[in-house]
């Protein structure tokens, strides 16, 4: 038999060469499974972190879009309360006269007018009148009026002349939309 250093040794020597063969092999195998368990593990460990990575991605992107959303929904709450309630459309009729009288122009009748659209929270409600006064006078009040009440939308506009010298009639048509009284 070879001998583990090729040399005559002792029967003491071989006999614990002879223990000690078994042990490492059991030592030897041993290391095998930590090994391989530990690559099992670290490939598992690696996996898991990849799944949680696309996930903590996915919810990032998803919260940003919900933090868009809403930011959205505040600016659109924002613009839909600058629209009138439905039942306090005449007051705006009343305001847009008192407005014109501060401007030195006369409004002597006004009509309104309120129509469903396809959208179930809103209506559109329209009001029709003349001004009458001069021409820078009535210039001002139409400018003011699109920039005080944004949510006025001029739709017809006509100018003609009267029988007063230095004055000027416009037939004015503006509209709005209105909040139903659900959404009050």
């Known amino acids: 038999m070879l001998s583990f250093f090729h040399l005559n040794t002792s029967p003491t020597t071989s006999q614990i060469f002879k223990f000690l063969r078994p042990l490492s092999l059991l030592t030897a195998l041993a290391i095998l499974v930590v090994l391989a368990t530990y ?58 006269a008192s407005f014109a009288k501060s401007h030195h122009v006369r409004i002597p009748g006004m009509s309104y007018d309120v129509q469903k659209i396809k959208h179930q929270h809103t209506s559109k409600g329209t009001l029709s009148f003349e001004a009458l006064g001069p021409y820078e006078s009535i210039r001002r009040f139409i400018y003011e009026l699109e920039t005080s009440w944004p949510s006025l939308f001029i739709e017809k506009l006509a100018a003609k002349r009267t029988k007063k010298p230095g004055e000027v009639a416009f037939t004015i048509k503006v509209a709005t939309f209105l909040r139903t009284d659900s959404d009050t």
């Not at 990849?50 to 991605?57: C, H, P």
């Not at 929904?73 to 005449?90: C, E, G, S, V, Y």
């Open 39 to 96: 690559g099992l593990g670290l490939y598992s460990a690696q996996r898991h972190l990849a799944e949680l990575s696309s996930t903590y991605q996915t919810e990032q992107a998803t919260q940003s879009k919900k933090k868009t959303a809403q930011a959205t929904q505040r600016i659109l709450a924002k613009f839909w309360n600058q629209f009138p309630a439905q039942p306090d459309f005449t007051d705006v009729g009343v305001a847009i």
